[in-house]
T-cell receptor, first 116, second 112 residues
Framework: KAGVTQTPRYLIKTRGQQVTLSCSPI?????VSWYQQTPGQGLQFLFE???????NKGNFPGRFSGRQFSNSRSEMNVSTLELGDSALYLC???????????????FGEGSRLTVL | DAKTTQPNSMESNEEEPVHLPCNHS???????IHWYRQLPSQGPEYVIH???SNVNNRMASLAIAEDRKSSTLILHRATLRDAAVYYC?????????????FGIGTKLQVIP
């Protein structure tokens, strides 16, 4: 069973540019959630998509957006990049079904973004 | 949202048991306690979860306090491969949707 695939693994951008990151979940999983990981803040929740709908959103500015396609693949976009956006962006997939919080999250290896 | 508190770092000798604590004093009755770990240069991976009773699996054991305000992840014999950041998180239903809040994690160093 293939795992969660994130592309690209590494990228470098300059301030003011925008970036799009992609996440392919495990086959059959309908939920994709995104996280930003920085040394000082740890893992912070960005948003979660389930069946093409955003179900929940963390406390990030509107520059951070996402979407999910009918095949459950998800993309996140960051516009007008700032230096502070440099981070490891992780996505996780799960069945997304309301199982009383028991569902396991499967993470990808992340996309490391550097903003110069 | 209910939050978790963990020590920033811990050390353990190889082949000795490790007890990783987590405080979640504002846990609600429908919150499950999950543990994940993140090995260097990898995404987090699931370790174990529980609701009220202690749980065991091939990787670890989870001991949950009777009042559920704290829990402890137990690695019975630490190996060098267990050196990682361990996250204690609560998974709950919020407004009908699942929402995950991660703690800062505990960096476990295993000493040979």
């Amino acid at each position: 069973k293939a795992g969660v695939t994130q592309t690209p693994r590494y990228l470098i951008k300059t301030r003011g540019q925008q970036v799009t990151l992609s996440c392919s979940p495990i086959s059959g999983h309908r939920s994709v959630s995104w996280y930003q990981q920085t040394p000082g803040q740890g893992l912070q929740f960005l948003f979660e998509y389930f069946s093409e709908t955003q179900r929940n959103k963390g406390n990030f500015p509107g520059r951070f957006s996402g979407r999910q396609f009918s095949n459950s693949r998800s993309e996140m976009n960051v516009s007008t990049l700032e230096l502070g956006d440099s981070a490891l962006y992780l996505c996780a997939s799960s069945t997304g079904l309301a199982q009383g919080g028991t569902g396991e999250l499967f993470f990808g290896e992340g996309s490391r973004l550097t903003v110069l | 949202d209910a939050k978790t508190t963990q020590p920033n770092s811990m050390e353990s000798n190889e082949e000795e048991p490790v007890h990783l604590p987590c405080n979640h004093s504002t846990i609600s009755g429908t919150d499950y306690i999950h543990w994940y770990r993140q090995l260097p240069s990898q995404g987090p991976e699931y370790v174990i979860h529980g609701l009220t009773s202690n749980v065991n699996n091939r990787m670890a054991s989870l001991a949950i306090a009777e009042d559920r305000k704290s829990s402890t992840l137990i690695l019975h014999r630490a190996t060098l491969r267990d050196a990682a950041v361990y996250y204690c998180i609560l998974r709950h239903l919020s407004g009908g949707y699942q929402k995950v809040t991660f703690g800062i994690g505990t960096k476990l160093q295993v000493i040979p």
